[in-house]
């Protein structure tokens, strides 16, 4: 059954970067929902880009991270769905 895009909650990441904090919260979303968007917001991709890092990079350092699978990469929206 598809999901309806009003229950797929999105998670923003901002200046403070990937902290335990977000990637416990994007864990906890999969497991009660099982889809999760998680949005790179400026600030964040402004900070990866001083550290070197371009949005492939920080997209595939989340991944690594989260108990879910990367189903999509639009722009700087990274979805997962739990595995």
Same mark, same amino acid.
Not at 53 to 60: E, I, S, V
């Given at each position: 059954?598809?999901?309806?895009?009003? @229950?797929?909650? !999105? /998670?923003?990441?901002?200046?403070?970067?990937?902290?335990?904090? =977000?990637?416990? $919260? *994007?864990?906890?979303?999969?497991?009660?929902?099982?889809?999760?968007?998680?949005?790179?917001?400026? @600030?964040?991709? !402004? /900070?990866?880009?001083?550290?070197?890092?371009?949005?492939?990079? =920080?997209?595939? $350092? *989340?991944?690594?991270?989260?108990?879910?699978?990367?189903?999509?990469?639009?722009?700087?929206?990274?979805?997962?769905?739990?595995?």
């Amino acid at each position: 059954m598809p999901m309806k895009k009003d @229950n797929i909650v !999105t /998670i923003n990441v901002g200046k403070k970067g990937i902290t335990e904090g =977000l990637i416990n $919260e *994007i864990n906890t979303v999969l497991e009660k929902r099982g889809i999760v968007k998680v949005r790179m917001l400026k @600030n964040f991709r !402004t /900070i990866g880009e001083l550290e070197g890092k371009d949005k492939k990079q =920080l997209a595939k $350092e *989340i991944a690594e991270k989260v108990n879910g699978k990367l189903v999509d990469f639009r722009g700087f929206v990274l979805t997962f769905k739990r595995c």
